[in-house]
T-cell receptor, first 110, second 114 residues
Framework: QKEVEQNSGPLSVPEGAIASLNCTYSDRGSQSFFWYRQYSGKSPELIMS????GDKEDGRFTAQLNKASQYVSLLIRDSQPSDSATYLCAPQGATNKLIFGTGTLLAVQP | NAGVTQTPKFQVLKTGQSMTLQCAQD?????MYWYRQDPGMGLRLIYYSASEGTTDKGEVPNGYNVSRLNKREFSLRLESAAPSQTSVYFC?????????????FGPGTRLLVL
């Protein structure tokens, strides 16, 4: 079992829809979780971080965390073509280093 | 404020050649990292430096060496390049290794080993 599992996609959604990106992780010691966005040919940039169970909202983005189920998700409301990118889930492991998933490719169709 | 900078942007090497990838940050961060990114493999940690004067192996350290030259600079050296080291290399930095410390990434170095 991989440490961090993400559906590679592509996840295709129409403009204005909600995109739902999911991630499961195996390290029960993980306490902090990060979502990075990576455009093709570019470096990862932080979208959101979450520490507590439940939802955390920032503009059009909502991160959801369920530590009991070892599950973290990212919702993007009112998706725009500019949101088309690969989204990387990264739990912070017991040694406080990030473990990255392989990412989900999101394609927002105009 | 440039953030994290990396040089070179692109490099082509022949098998057996050596090279050093340079990374510098101007955010006064304590911790620095080197990752490689390969298709289908995600970002994998090669080495990291929790603070100036310390370095530790990550997930895939074989074939690489690092130097934390000072608080700003962290270099990655390939002593004898192999085709398996063809990849995109990212340097990152963070304030520290505590919970919720964000890592900031440089623009990357694209390396092709022939």
């Amino acid at each position: 079992q991989k440490e961090v599992e993400q559906n590679s996609g592509p996840l295709s959604v129409p403009e204005g829809a909600i995109a739902s990106l999911n991630c499961t992780y195996s390290d029960r010691g993980s306490q902090s979780f990060f979502w990075y966005r990576q455009y093709s040919g570019k470096s990862p940039e932080l979208i959101m971080s979450i520490y507590s169970n439940g939802d955390k909202e920032d503009g059009r983005f909502t991160a959801q965390l369920n530590k009991a189920s070892q599950y973290v998700s990212l919702l993007i409301r009112d998706s725009q073509p500019s949101d088309s990118a690969t989204y990387l889930c990264a739990p912070q492991g017991a040694t406080n280093k990030l473990i990255f998933g392989t990412g989900t490719l999101l394609a927002v169709q105009p | 404020n440039a953030g994290v900078t990396q040089t070179p942007k692109f490099q082509v090497l022949k098998t057996g050649q050596s090279m050093t990838l340079q990374c510098a940050q101007d955010m006064n961060h304590n911790s620095m990292y080197w990752y490689r990114q390969d298709p289908g493999m995600g970002l994998r940690l090669i080495y990291y430096s929790a603070s100036e004067g310390t370095t530790d192996k990550g997930e895939v350290p074989n074939g690489y060496n690092v130097s934390r030259l000072n608080k700003r600079e962290f270099s990655l050296r390939l002593e004898s390049a192999a085709p398996s080291q063809t990849s995109v290399y990212f340097c990152a930095s963070s304030a520290g290794l505590a919970d919720l410390e964000t890592q900031y990434f440089g623009p990357g170095t694209r390396l092709l080993v022939l």
